[in-house]
């Protein structure tokens, strides 16, 4: 599924604030190597319903582990051995006996140090691999998942690595035994040592992508194998809210262009975010805040939500809301299946440019039926006028006023709203008073 920067932006999967990212939300790795790769795998979306089946299957497996998935490595482990392939150290004797280990400690006291501390920190990143290995071996695994195991049980059966594996963790290395596996290590099973390690980032990225379904409470969505677009969700929420409002959500060719309306700060923006997050998510093969949630495979998701002027180009607000409709137009034309989604069309030209375009948009793109549209707008009169279309369903957010104070539901209901709050809003945060007293 293609996904462009600016649908990635207005989703925040990735933003500048890394905190207020959906990215954040969901890293549970432990390693620096995991973190990278959890990236990549987020910024990847898969492009084949078997992919998807395959990763949610290998999520679901770790999900099952998970209570008992080995702590032994840590990022500070990591960061050891890397730094022992890096750091110039005298030759370790290939064959360490009880006088030639002496000396090399007395007459190499740092590097000795370096080789007994690295050797130690080795020992618990094989163990931690192994352990994993053993675990996922209990019961049948994905066919990726097994090829990641079949690999790191190829890399562990040396049988240096394997004494190393099974040497009693309550006891330190003697002087010798450092040196010899510091050798073999160094020597011996650098390549082995660095593929280890990159398996194993990839494994955290796996395990941080089940951990945060786990505690979330995502649930896995249906992929069906349909050649039209379609999206049902229940109780879909937002996955960075501490306390969000679920919504119920149906998308399909004969219903494919959802006319959204509510007061500012009623919601949504969010819902619409919600949306496309989930979607996002679904497509990476994990599960997705929502109880249950039916889609088809989408070739592409783009977003109108955060546009910008441009003061360096001399654009204006307003040229490129128009350039975004414009170029979403050029990539939904191809007959593949994709979901739009457009908050607050036209906010950069008045209210009559504003309708009229916004009528002459809804009214083109309610044709595409390869496509799902979202689409919010304040511009609540040209509602009426798109009731003619069976296609286009109509939402809004309720707003209630009660002692002049906004009260906010959050709740999606059926129609079109007429809520007219601008006024009220400014008044209530006191600048209407602050203007009378100029």
Known sequence: MHADNTTLNDLSIFARDEEQSVFHHLDFTRTIGGREWLKYLMGKPLET?????????????????????????????????????????ENIPHKPTGINAFFYKILNTQDFSLVKYSVTHFADFIKGLSDISTLLSQQQNPAVLQTIIDHINLLLKKPVIQSIVHHDKTKKFTDKEAQKYGYFIRHGFKSAALELIEIYSRLDAFYSMAVACEKYGFTFPEFADSGTPELTATELFHPLLPTPVSYDITLAPHQNFLFLTGANMAGKSTFIKAV?????????????????????????????????????????????????????????????KWLILIDELF???????????????????????????ILSTHLYEIGEGLKQYSNIQFRYFETEVKDDQLLFSYQLKEGISNDRLGYLILKKEGVVDMLQKL
């Open 49 to 89: 319903i078997k992919e998807i089946r395959e990763t949610q299957e290998l999520l679901k497996r770790i999900i099952s582990v998970q209570q008992h998935w080995p702590q032994t490595i840590s990022n500070g482990t990591i960061m050891v051995i890397e730094k022992f392939y890096e750091t110039p150290i």
């Open 276 to 336: 496309g997050v989930a979607v996002y998510l679904a497509h990476l093969g994990m599960g997705v805040p929502a109880k249950k949630m039916q889609l088809s495979l989408f070739d592409g998701l783009l977003s109108n939500i955060q546009v910008e002027d441009n003061i360096v180009k001399g654009e204006s607000y307003f040229f490129n809301e128009v350039q975004r409709i414009h170029k979403t137009l050029v990539k939904i034309t191809d007959g593949k």
């Open 347 to 373: 906010k950069g030209t008045n209210v009559q440019d504003a309708m009229k375009c916004s009528t002459v948009v809804i009214e083109g793109l309610r044709k595409m039926s390869n496509a799902l549209f």
